[in-house]
T-cell receptor, first 114, second 111 residues
Framework: ETGVTQSPTHLIKTRGQQVTLRCSSQSGHNTVSWYQQALGQGPQFIFQYYREEENGRGNFPPRFSGLQFPNYSSELNVNALELDDSALYLC?????????????FGNGTRLTVT | GDSVTQMEGPVTLSEEAFLTINCTYTATGYPSLFWYVQYPGEGLQLLLKATKADDKGSNKGFEATYRKETTSFHLEKGSVQVSDSAVYFCALKDSNYQLIWGAGTKLIIKP
């Protein structure tokens, strides 16, 4: 069974640029969610995708957008990067959007905006 | 809105000591409650969960009981080991499928 994989592991971007982060969900999982974790803090929910549609969103501006593909892999896109976007971005997959389904996390992508 | 508050760390204990990490929550409705753990250099892993009041989640010697009357979900372990050193996160999942997290508590166990 392949776990959740994220790419790249590290990324450095300049303010104003755009970035795309990728996530391959665990085999058999149809739900993917994305989180932003600033240093020393807990993760903040960005959004969740279930069967290619967004079905939940946290308090993030529209320049944070995403996609889920037919194979349930996912992308997180961030436009017009700001310095405060520097964080660890986590992807998690689960077998359903049900609140009782455990989340399986990837190791994250560390984004630095300069 | 919903929120989770957990005790600040780091928490430093000697091996075989008793562990409690406090977690309280504020929520409308009846959320599911979780403890996740992040070992050094690894991703977040589910440690245990409880889905309704008075449920007790347990795993690897850790336990937590969903207390609706005190809105708490404290993590306990009777005898900690050096290998338990990690960051522990308390979280709740609301009716919008959103997972809301505490800030995390770093646990350091000394031999």
């Amino acid at each position: 069974e392949t776990g959740v994989t994220q790419s790249p592991t590290h990324l450095i971007k300049t303010r104003g640029q755009q970035v795309t982060l990728r996530c391959s969900s665990q085999s058999g999982h149809n739900t993917v969610s994305w989180y932003q974790q600033a240093l020393g803090q807990g993760p903040q929910f960005i959004f969740q995708y279930y069967r290619e549609e967004e079905n939940g969103r946290g308090n993030f501006p529209p320049r944070f957008s995403g996609l889920q593909f037919p194979n349930y892999s996912s992308e997180l896109n961030v436009n017009a990067l700001e310095l405060d976007d520097s964080a660890l971005y986590l992807c998690a997959s689960s077998s359903s959007r049900d609140s009782n389904s455990p989340l399986h996390f990837g190791n994250g992508t560390r984004l630095t905006v300069t | 809105g919903d929120s989770v508050t957990q005790m600040e760390g780091p928490v430093t204990l000697s091996e075989e000591a008793f562990l409690t990490i406090n977690c309280t929550y504020t929520a409308t409705g009846y959320p599911s409650l979780f403890w996740y753990v992040q070992y050094p250099g690894e991703g977040l892993q589910l440690l245990l969960k409880a889905t309704k009041a008075d449920d007790k989640g347990s795993n690897k010697g850790f336990e937590a009981t969903y207390r609706k009357e005190t809105t708490s979900f404290h993590l306990e372990k009777g005898s900690v080991q050096v290998s338990d050193s990690a960051v522990y996160f308390c979280a709740l999942k609301d009716s919008n499928y959103q997972l809301i997290w505490g800030a995390g508590t770093k646990l350091i166990i000394k031999p």
